[in-house]
C-alpha cells in the first residue's frame, strides 16, 4: 500500500501562487508515475500534471507555463508549484500514484492510489 497526503492548499488572490505538497509513505516504489487531478463544483475530476520516475514531465494545456511539477525522492514529496493562478484553478487538487510509466497520465482508472485532496481558491 501506498500512502498520500497532500498539504499547501488555501485561498490566494488571481495572479498569486500556491505550492502543493503530496507525502507518500509505505511501498514507494510502487509509484512509477505521480499526478496532480483537480476537480471544481459540478465538473469531472481532471489530470494537471504527472511526473515519470525518471523525472520527465506531462502538462494539462491549461496549465502549461503557470504550473511545475517536481518531486523530491530523498523525502518522498511530489510538488505542484502553481503560479499565476486564475479564478478557474479553484478546485480540490488530489495526489494519485500508479504502477505504470506516465504514458496515459490523464487516465484517473489507471492511478491506483489517491490522497485525500487540498482545497485551492482563487479569487478575482
Known amino acids: 500500500q501506498v500512502q498520500l497526503v497532500e498539504s499547501g492548499g488555501g485561498s490566494v488572490q488571481a495572479g498569486g501562487s500556491l505550492r502543493l505538497s503530496c507525502v507518500a509513505s509505505?511501498?514507494?516504489?510502487?509509484?512509477?508515475?505521480m499526478g496532480w487531478f483537480r476537480q471544481a463544483p459540478g465538473k469531472e475530476r481532471e489530470g494537471v500534471a504527472a511526473i515519470n520516475r525518471d523525472g520527465s514531465t506531462s502538462y494539462a494545456d491549461s496549465v502549461k507555463g503557470r504550473f511545475t511539477i517536481s518531486k523530491d525522492n530523498a523525502k518522498n514529496t511530489l510538488y505542484l508549484q502553481m503560479d499565476s493562478l486564475k479564478p478557474g484553478d479553484t478546485a480540490m487538487y488530489y495526489c494519485a500514484a500508479r504502477s505504470l510509466p506516465c504514458g496515459t497520465w490523464y487516465r484517473q482508472n489507471e492511478y491506483n492510489y489517491w490522497g485525500q485532496g487540498t482545497q485551492v481558491t482563487v479569487s478575482s
Open positions: 509505505g511501498y514507494t516504489d510502487r509509484s512509477y508515475c
